[in-house]
């Protein structure tokens, strides 16, 4: 069940300058929006999403941020690490007309749904917002895809500037979608939900994790008290509706609320 | 539904035998409410310290066959912010809740007692047995049955709320703990804590899996090392027992119930059965009064005391 296994990092892609893909040999089983824990012994255990699968091989797409992300940027193809999972729930794979909404460093687990989506029959549209040119991720392997897909910067550096909820809002006026897909800031999935309230969507979360088993209660949400790391981090409109600390606050590590 | 599992605990009415004890799933008001949608019958809150705590870093929880290790590190938000989250739980619900404090002395179990004082929460529990904070703080208090009388008095002289001394497995003698306990007034006894502490090592990386290096053991592994002291200290003491570790099926809770736990906590099985699993094992407990011809929880037997 979910059982730690230490393996070798089996390439690293760079990405951006701050965010890279870390490639692992290894049949992993998840799927899109599942996450998993990974640490080097040396202090520090963090979620991550899963941004590709096969029955080979599973990639993680980090950006530096923090002591963690710092020392995991140090390590070379063939370091080992240690992981478990995968974790949590995952995306509905629809086969209508489906939207994703990515935003920064949260777009990655948006590739592998848009995989799933199109074996499936789904006709795919993507649009991916950041701050700059540089936090933009996964342009080129979205557009291999063959989907619709459409970039912005909130500082205009590819000439128009705004965020990808102004590009969702538009593609909602221009036709009729049957499933939204966001993940990414929590902010801009808050800004997104009022232009949603007739469609089906499910969002993408991120809280502090230290278990990712459901006991240490470090990422429930208030009022439901569902577990990110079990019930969610991917939840559906019914329950996101319900959710009185979206876009609110968190917790830290010590269980305090920090607002947003 | 379940009314032949209705009991009382320290002459509070409950729903299920079955505790969500401390440490598990009682971050936030909706943490707790979510385990009493689930069936529990009593809630505990994280052990509250007077400052906030992070805990240990990350890795805290490992795996192995028969159980876990954990060493979460008491991280909570410290008591102010957790009285906070008692007090919007009780808003929304007519469960008990134990309100489960940390300290490493006296003064502060003390300033403790008297915040809860003002609190909505029914019960107050004195963790004197956390195993790992052991580098911080050294031997658990617990294991002491002068610390545990000196503390216990002093509370119960300051507490408005029946007090609960959560002891630990890993002492010679239980039995003496608990009388040290119960004379010092302690209303309830809640065990056994974690047990060990014990450590897992990656073997490929040559390196502690838990970044503590040392965690205490739960699941059931443990479950007959609970049953013996919940069993000894029952053969000696007066008061109720709040029955605790590797407690997974229904089968585990009559068990604990026949060493003479009054209540019994689930908390590592939360992992291995999902949060349902106070629900599965109020079914379970049914089932076995069925099969055996009890119509009430209280006709389960206790065993016979032992001799002491």
């Given at each position: 069940?979910?059982?730690?296994?230490?393996?070798?990092?089996?390439?690293?892609?760079?990405?951006?300058?701050?965010?890279?893909?870390?490639?692992?040999?290894?049949?992993?089983?998840?799927?899109?929006?599942?996450?998993?824990?990974?640490?080097?012994?040396?202090?520090?255990?963090?979620?991550?999403?899963?941004?590709?699968?096969?029955?080979?091989?599973?990639?993680?797409?980090?950006?530096?941020?923090?002591?963690?992300?710092?020392?995991?940027?140090?390590?070379?193809?063939?370091?080992?690490?240690?992981?478990?999972?995968?974790?949590?729930?995952?995306?509905?794979?629809?086969?209508?007309?489906?939207?994703?909404?990515?935003?920064?460093?949260?777009?990655?687990?948006?590739?592998?749904?848009?995989?799933?989506?199109?074996?499936?029959?789904?006709?795919?549209?993507?649009?991916?917002?950041?701050?700059?040119?540089?936090?933009?991720?996964?342009?080129?392997?979205?557009?291999?895809?063959?989907?619709?897909?459409?970039?912005?910067?909130?500082?205009?550096?590819?000439?128009?500037?705004?965020?990808?909820?102004?590009?969702?809002?538009?593609?909602?006026?221009?036709?009729?979608?049957?499933?939204?897909?966001?993940?990414?800031?929590?902010?801009?999935?808050?800004?997104?939900?009022?232009?949603?309230?007739?469609?089906?969507?499910?969002?993408?979360?991120?809280?502090?994790?230290?278990?990712?088993?459901?006991?240490?209660?470090?990422?429930?949400?208030?009022?439901?008290?569902?577990?990110?790391?079990?019930?969610?981090?991917?939840?559906?409109k019914k329950l996101v509706e319900q959710l009185t600390e979206f876009g609110k606050y968190h917790r830290d590590a010590t269980g305090k609320r920090i607002e947003y | 539904m379940h009314k032949r599992i209705k009991t009382k605990f320290l002459g509070v009415e409950i729903e299920s035998p079955l505790v969500l004890p401390a440490g598990v799933m009682d971050m936030s008001y909706s943490g707790l409410n979510f385990a009493c949608k689930n069936g529990a019958g009593i809630v505990t809150s994280k052990s509250l310290t007077l400052q906030p705590r992070s805990g240990h870093k990350s890795p805290v929880v490992a795996e192995f066959a028969g159980g876990m290790l954990n060493c979460m590190g008491l991280c909570n938000p410290g008591i102010s912010e957790g009285l906070i989250e008692i007090d919007q739980f009780k808003e929304r619900s007519l469960i008990p809740v134990i309100v489960s404090v940390f300290a490493t002395n006296k003064d502060d179990f003390l300033s403790l007692t008297k915040q809860v004082n003002d609190c909505h929460g029914d019960f107050l529990e004195l963790n004197l047995s956390c195993p790992n904070v052991f580098d911080e703080f050294g031997i658990p208090l617990a294991a002491s049955k002068e610390e545990v009388f000196k503390i216990v008095k002093a509370v119960k002289e300051l507490s408005q709320k029946p007090v609960i001394a959560k002891l630990s497995p890993n002492v010679y003698n239980i039995v003496e703990i608990a009388l040290a306990a119960q004379k010092a007034g302690a209303d309830a006894l809640c065990m056994i804590n974690t047990v060990g502490p014990g450590m897992a090592i990656d073997a490929k990386m040559v390196k502690p899996v838990l970044f503590n290096k040392f965690g205490g053991l739960s699941g059931p592994c443990i479950k007959p090392i609970a049953l013996k002291m919940v069993y000894q200290s029952y053969s000696a003491v007066e008061i109720p027992i709040i029955g605790m570790g590797g407690v997974t099926y229904g089968i585990d809770a009559v068990e604990m119930l026949m060493a003479g736990a009054s209540v019994i906590g689930v908390g590592t099985a939360v992992y291995y059965r999902g949060m349902e699993v106070f629900e599965k094992i109020n079914e379970e407990m049914i089932e076995f009064m069925d099969e055996n011809g009890y119509e009430t929880i209280a006709d389960i037997p206790k065993l016979k005391k032992l001799e002491m």
């Open positions: 069940m979910n059982k730690r296994v230490t393996i070798k990092i089996a390439e690293i892609i760079e990405e951006t300058k701050d965010i890279r893909t870390f490639v692992f040999q290894h049949n992993l089983g998840a799927k899109p929006g599942q996450f998993i824990m990974l640490t080097d012994f040396e202090g520090g255990e963090k979620p991550f999403s899963i941004s590709d699968c096969t029955e080979t091989e599973f990639f993680i797409t980090v950006k530096r941020i923090g002591d963690f992300t710092t020392r995991l940027f140090q390590k070379n193809a063939g370091d080992f690490v240690s992981i478990r999972g995968p974790f949590g729930s995952s995306f509905f794979i629809s086969s209508g007309n489906v939207l994703l909404v990515g935003g920064g460093y949260g777009t990655p687990p948006l590739y592998f749904l848009a995989q799933e989506l199109l074996k499936n029959g789904a006709k795919v549209t993507v649009v991916n917002g950041a701050k700059t040119k540089e936090d933009l991720v996964f342009c080129d392997k979205f557009k291999e895809l063959g989907v619709e897909y459409q970039n912005i910067t909130q500082l205009g550096c590819l000439g128009r500037a705004g965020t990808s909820v102004d590009l969702a809002k538009e593609a909602i006026t221009g036709q009729k979608f049957d499933y939204v897909y966001a993940a990414g800031p929590e902010m801009m999935m808050k800004a997104l939900q009022p232009h949603l309230q007739d469609l089906e969507y499910e969002f993408l979360f991120e809280r502090y994790m230290k278990c990712a088993i459901g006991i240490c209660g470090n990422c429930t949400m208030d009022p439901l008290g569902i577990r990110l790391c079990v019930e969610g981090p991917v939840l559906p | -």
